[in-house]
């Protein structure tokens, strides 16, 4: 059996009013694209800068391609690749030097001109950094991560601030990571994106993992395959009495309401008839599978978008 690429045992660490990672355990098979799923200041980040070497942990163990950073600093260097949240360089730097430059650290690397075709750059090979989009930063960010040729990569938030047409380009250069055989370690806010990449996952709350697996076993353990949605224009009204008459729990949500349910097709009648009796000024009633956010939603009493 092979090593994990990644391994954590009780991993914590601690600011003056706040525990940021409170014990967490982890294993990252080789070859698997993981993802840390969570809201903003669960930790996520915190965590991968521990694993990274940028940030010393208070307590537990971290051992990196079999490896740790007490004894092999210099090599998890030369092995991993890392793309934080967000990554300054000179207004007036090319992606074609950006990657020359950066290259050169390394005794191994993978060629500029490589890189910029990966990440959909050719065209901007030779443009100042400044002149760049938000999603030409960030693929270029990812080149830069890529450029020792690293076996496992770490991504931070990869696709934060970016329209949904960067956003899809950038989940094409994490699939083609895996397709390579690389492990990919990223951090994510969004429900799609890690529905979409990760083989397996972690949410985390806290500083606290709170369930791993893969995707669809997460939403299966919920045993609530669909749920009903009312929406409202503007602001939705308690469900206190309407919830009473139908039965069943009903989630207030921003401008809906969020009904879970085995079975939507018999609770339809019901929930229209109880809608009625109660004069329900809905808008529009939707049926949607779970996600990942009714998951979040289940074990810890909030949205991930809180």
Sequence with gaps: ?????????????????????DGVDLDVAQGEVFGLLGPNGAGKTTTLEIIEGLTSSDAGEIEILGLTWANNGQEIRSRIGVQLQSTSLFNKITPRESLDLYGSYYPKRRSTEELLKLVQLEEKADAYHITLSGGQQQRLALAMALVN????????EPTTGLDPQARRGLWDVVRSMKAEGRTVVLT????????????????????KVIATGTPASLIADLAIPSVVELTFDGPAPEPGAFATDLGLAVERRADLWEIPTPDPKALLPRLLEAAETRAVPFQQVHIRRATLEDVFLHRTGRSLRE
């Design 1 to 21: 059996m092979s090593l994990p690429a990644l391994r954590l045992r009780g991993l914590r660490k601690t600011f003056p009013k706040v525990v940021a990672v």
């Design 188 to 207: 994510t806010h969004y429900m799609d994106e890690a529905e979409a990449l990760c083989d397996r996952l972690a949410i985390m709350d806290h500083g």
């Design 149 to 156: 040729d690293p076996e496992l990569v770490f991504l931070d």
